[in-house]
């Protein structure tokens, strides 16, 4: 039972690319609720939960791969 060493490298960089997403998501909205009186409030607010969701999105992919590589199925 070895690993794959590919698949546990691409788990790795997903789960890099989920890192700052988890960091300018909140940031953009808790801009998006000072900024209420601001006509681009709700675009902001999306982009933000967006950004989140995509966030935690590469998290369970990420954690998905590294374990496809670790047990290879």
């Given at each position: 039972?070895?690993?794959?060493?590919?698949?546990i490298?691409?788990?790795?960089?997903?789960l890099?690319?989920?890192?700052?997403?988890?960091?300018?998501?909140?940031?953009?909205?808790?801009?998006?609720?000072?900024?209420?009186?601001?006509?681009?409030?709700?675009?902001?607010?999306?982009i933000?939960?967006?950004?989140?969701?995509?966030?935690m999105?590469?998290?369970f992919?990420?954690?998905?791969?590294?374990?496809?590589?670790?047990?290879?199925?």
């Amino acid at each position: 039972m070895g690993t794959n060493k590919e698949l546990i490298g691409k788990g790795i960089k997903y789960l890099s690319g989920s890192l700052p997403l988890l960091f300018i998501g909140p940031s953009v909205i808790y801009n998006a609720f000072m900024n209420k009186q601001n006509v681009w409030h709700y675009l902001v607010l999306a982009i933000g939960i967006i950004a989140c969701l995509a966030g935690m999105f590469l998290i369970f992919y990420g954690l998905k791969t590294i374990m496809r590589g670790l047990f290879n199925d």
